[in-house]
């Protein structure tokens, strides 16, 4: 567990003092460092590195910035780097630094986790600034964050579908924000077709998590992908892939995290969040390749591969949302393999329609989270034609432009008109790598922090 406290100078006792090391220099150097003990400690401006130099009373925590400071970054870093006993000290020019500095501690931590027999030690960070800060807002922001990447890190046989919709009503219902949870039978009567065929083979049955909260003003909608665990369905994943497909319900937990984040703000803005949640396994009651579902809005889908079942919860998801009229759309996802390919292993993919485009792009910047626009090309829309029904879910054999594909699917399901984002989170939603920065080993929370800024600036325009 990590203690925060501010201070308006460092500590009489032993402590830690960390300092962003820039290519071009030390930053806001308050200490005398000699070359000397620079290189003595190897002290490097490459991003994320720690050199240590021992003085009588502290030590110094050489951080590595690159080309540019980056609060958040610098904090994460240093936390990773300091020794346990002593408090580390951050300095802050003034409250917007302290503000990104909590956040990056925060943030920066490695994920708890109740299955480990060994629990992390407590550590404190000491914010250093000589005026009273007001830091609620981000450690609200940013505690919320981990809590849902603890969610997502959860193993798939402690969080099934029905577990994962009494999870999010807990946590949603304690902030103020109101929250249905339609069971197979109600799915069925509101003819939600495509979660229902994704849920079909698994003996934990399917769930929707409507989420409401009313702050007045605007209405942004939110629509989460939440396999809690796909094995491909009768279109079975090989082994290797199937490893890491807990995190397959990342973009649920996403549209929870912000709802709640937005909840805790206070936000002028009326928002209703869908997680479309659903267990994909194999079995005799599974859908096959080759059936045809219908969707809530009507539409039927040739399901060629049903390890495309991502864009099938959603469809029902969007529509759903659709029919409430809201200024804006916004749906996230695990959705396509082909994004990591594309994009690596740290942006974001972005398609979508009006508005809502530039909207998302502002706000990532602003948060400090990559995302990249993509296009939605309309020849690619040929590619899901089907003689059996209005649309097949694949074009089986095609491997050209998988994340468009995927996104001109989804669409379908979206009105003329609509302002629209698309977020693939499949490259950025969870890091098997080692940490860096503000990300840790596991699920990383990515696009919460977007979202809540996107409601903030709807609230305020």
């Known amino acids: ?19 962003p090391y820039l290519k071009s220099g030390l930053k806001d150097q308050v200490h005398t460092i000699s070359d000397q003990q620079r290189t003595l400690a190897k002290a490097d401006s490459k991003p994320g590195s720690v050199a240590r130099i021992v003085l009588e009373d502290r030590s110094l925590l050489i951080i590595g910035c690159g080309d540019t400071y980056n609060p958040m970054n610098f904090a994460a870093n240093a936390l990773r780097g300091m020794a346990p006993g002593a408090p580390l000290v951050l300095r802050a020019a003034d409250e917007a630094e302290a503000k990104q500095l909590v956040m990056g501690v925060i943030l920066g931590q490695k994920t708890p986790s109740a299955y480990k027999s060994e629990q992390p030690v407590d550590s404190e960070v000491v914010i250093v600034h000589p005026d009273k800060l007001t830091l609620e807002p981000e450690l609200t922001t940013a505690q919320t964050i981990v809590r849902i990447r603890e969610l997502i890190n959860q193993p798939a046989n402690d969080l099934y579908p029905e577990l994962l919709a ?27 077709g495509g979660i229902l065929s994704v849920g079909k083979g698994s003996v934990r049955p399917p769930r929707l998590v409507k989420l409401s909260y009313s702050g007045g003003g605007k209405h942004l909608a939110l629509v989460g992908k939440g396999i809690t665990f796909d094995t491909g369905g009768l279109s079975l994943k090989p082994a290797e892939s199937m490893v890491g497909m807990k995190y397959d319900m990342a973009g649920s937990a996403t549209v929870l995290g912000a709802m709640i984040g937005i909840a805790l703000k206070k936000t002028k803005i009326n928002v209703t969040g869908f997680m479309c949640l659903a267990e994909n396994m194999p079995s005799g009651e599974a859908t096959r390749p080759g059936d045809v579902i219908r969707i809530r809005n009507g539409k039927t889908v040739e399901v060629l591969n049903t390890d495309a079942e991502g864009r099938l919860v959603l469809a029902d998801g969007l529509s759903l949302a659709a029919e409430l009229s809201p200024d804006h759309i916004v749906d996230v996802a695990t959705l396509t393999g082909a994004a990591t390919i594309a994009l690596g292993n740290r942006y974001t993919g972005l398609m979508g329609t009006g508005a809502a485009v530039k909207l998302a792009l502002e706000s990532a910047q602003r948060s400090r989270e990559l995302l990249w626009e993509m296009p939605l090309p309309v020849e690619l829309r040929e590619i899901l034609n089907s003689e059996l029904a209005d649309i097949a879910n694949v074009k089986i054999g095609n491997r050209a432009g998988g994340m468009l594909v995927g996104g001109q699917f989804l669409k379908d399901f979206v009105p003329e008109g609509t302002s629209w984002a698309h977020l693939d989170i499949a490259p950025s939603a969870n890091n098997d790598a080692a940490a860096y920065d503000i990300t840790p080993q596991g699920a990383t929370g990515v696009m919460i922090r977007t979202l809540i800024d996107m409601a903030d600036s709807l609230a305020s325009s």
């Open 1 to 19: 567990m990590i203690k925060i406290t501010t201070a308006s100078a460092n500590p009489n006792s032993i402590h830690q003092e960390a300092i």
């Open 166 to 192: 009494e999870k999010a009503k807990e946590l949603a219902e304690a902030v103020g924000i109101t929250v249905e949870i339609w069971d197979q039978e109600k799915l069925e009567q509101e003819r939600c």
